[in-house]
């Protein structure tokens, strides 16, 4: 028998390092194992999963069976319009660069999808339209379960009881381990704060910074200091890239979210409930304090953020918050009806009817049921409204109301990477024996990540990572 039959030899030998059981790792580990290669996973976290979990809204695809008129170039398109000055404003090698990571990104975005869908069982057949696409893209399950949390855990149940995985929770990295030109493994520290050191190629997907709020992004966004923010508050561990001459880039461009849940309980609260974009994208609309409409709810984040703080009431109160509302009549809700039941019960909505807003706001609806129903365009341009059935507003139609605010939500910057995963130094030199994938790297998404796409970027990039280091582990580690 080789040994490649018999794995459960195997993890006696030097593993490859998944470092973050978010998607990119998952992803990674998946391709690992598929290639017979065996990895130990590090997460810092007591349980696996990381910010991936919470993911609400889906995953991009373009174009899938479930979204046939889509075409990857106008996701490209989409793309790079969304990315903005970074990439216009790139030149040379930079440019071919980000290029080719959109181009990367979007042309694998239905294998991703079909991956999870085909080989993981995972239910991604409801389709809706986010902020920024110029078509429905981003694909969720018919079912009750968030996106984030059924694939997380389709993945997590794929591999666990593979005797060439093995994860290991509460182990925080806190060292890359490089010599000459190559990483050679990690430095770790474990439950009763011990010191372990692993040897092996490293793939490093430990997401963003965005709850990192005195780390760095304080550093690098200090007028962002004071935002809620819907990541788990923990510190970006890009300086440990850094640390051995991989180079960051864009760590400045910090995606706020225009719709962060404001809880009446606990108003200010500094990690919040996110109000997922697909309650925008089926249909909902917001409203500033006294009910008037301000801002096409589809245009990309960025955007839809500038309007809430050029044109929304500042709140007193220790965070930096804003006076809006998000409103969805009952289409919107029955298209998401899992979502909004779990917000009527946290307390983030409630049902109410059309009598009960505000004259303004009552106002508001019927101008907003007019463009939907085809009678004048949209006051704000706006193209889709999702499932949104309202279109004659009565005093006794059926309304769901919730406060919102902008929140920190995602970092575009990271580490420095190509189309193959791979890690890069300031001189655009591959370090050997490491990749990275998803939120920990940088450049991809320039100054506006579309909704959707972090998702795709740890399935596309974690699972680039995971062939790339099998490849790389074969040939260079010897299984006895
Ligand atoms: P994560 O999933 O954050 O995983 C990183 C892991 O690394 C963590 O478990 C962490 O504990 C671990 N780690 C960090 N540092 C270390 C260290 N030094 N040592 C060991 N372990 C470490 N994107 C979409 O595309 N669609 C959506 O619908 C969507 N919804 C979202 C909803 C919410 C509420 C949030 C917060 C984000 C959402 N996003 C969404 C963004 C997306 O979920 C994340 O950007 C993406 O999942 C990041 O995945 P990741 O694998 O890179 O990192
Ligand atoms: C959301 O549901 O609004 C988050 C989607 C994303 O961040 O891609």
């Not at 174009?63 to 106008?74: A, G, K, L, S, Y």
């Not at 893209?137 to 855990?153: D, L, M, Q, V, W």
């Not at 907003?368 to 309202?390: E, H, I, M, Q, S």
Request: proline share 5%.
């Amino acid at each position: 028998m080789s040994a490649l039959s018999s794995p459960s030899t195997l993890l006696q030998f030097k593993p490859t390092i998944v470092v973050g059981s978010g998607l990119a790792g998952l992803s990674a580990a998946s391709q690992l194992i598929c290639h017979h290669v065996p990895v130990i996973m590090l997460d810092r976290a007591p349980k696996p999963g990381g910010n991936s979990m919470k993911a609400s809204s889906g995953i991009n695809g373009a174009p899938t069976r479930f979204q046939p008129v889509d075409n990857d170039q106008e996701f490209f398109g989409d793309t790079v319009k969304s990315a903005g000055t970074p990439f216009t404003s790139s030149v040379s090698a930079e440019r071919l660069r980000r290029e080719r990571l959109i181009e990367t990104l979007t042309q694998s975005s239905p294998s991703a999808v079909y991956w999870l869908t085909d080989e993981k069982g995972v239910d991604l057949s409801k389709v809706t339209q986010l902020g920024g696409h110029s078509h429905p893209r981003t694909h969720r399950g018919a079912g009750k379960r968030p996106p984030g949390n059924s694939i997380i855990t389709a993945l997590l149940d794929s591999l666990n009881g593979n005797p060439l995985f093995e994860l290991r929770t509460n182990s925080k990295v806190t060292k890359i381990l490089r010599e000459a030109d190559e990483v050679m493994g990690v430095e770790y520290t474990g439950e009763n704060d011990k010191t372990t050191t692993l040897h092996g190629p490293v793939v490093f997907a430990t997401g963003g910074f965005a709850g990192d709020s005195h780390g760095l992004l304080s550093q690098y966004r200090p007028d962002l200091s004071g935002l809620p923010s819907t990541n788990d508050a923990r510190e970006g561990s890009q300086p440990l890239l850094e640390q051995i001459g991989g180079a960051l880039i864009d760590m400045d461009q910090v995606q706020v979210h225009p719709t962060g849940f404001v809880d009446q309980k606990d108003p200010s609260a500094a990690v919040k409930f996110l109000a997922a974009e697909a309650l925008r994208g089926e249909g909902g609309i917001l409203l500033l304090g006294e009910g008037r409409r301000f801002v096409n709810e589809l245009d990309t984040r960025e955007h839809v953020t500038n309007a809430v703080m050029g044109s929304a009431t500042q709140l007193d109160g220790p965070m930096r918050q804003w006076d809006v509302s998000l409103l969805l009549d009952e289409g919107t809700v029955s298209a998401l009806a899992s979502h909004v039941e779990f917000y009527v019960w946290k307390g983030l909505m409630h049902k109410t009817t059309a009598s009960e807003l505000s004259s303004e706001a009552f106002r508001t609806l019927q101008d907003y049921a007019d463009g939907v129903a085809g009678r004048k365009d949209d006051t704000f341009g706006r193209k889709a409204f999702g499932n949104w059935t309202l279109t004659d507003v009565k005093p006794d139609s059926v309304v769901y109301t919730g406060k919102v605010t902008p929140v920190t939500h995602f970092t575009m910057g990271g580490a420095i990477f190509d189309e193959y995963s791979r890690v890069l130094d300031k001189n655009g030199t591959a370090i050997q024996g490491l990749w990275a994938a998803g939120e920990v790297t940088g450049g991809l998404h320039g100054q506006n990540r579309l909704g959707g796409s972090s998702l795709l970027e740890c399935v596309v990039f974690g699972r680039i990572a995971g062939d790339r280091a099998a490849a790389f582990y074969k040939k260079h580690y010897q299984i006895p």
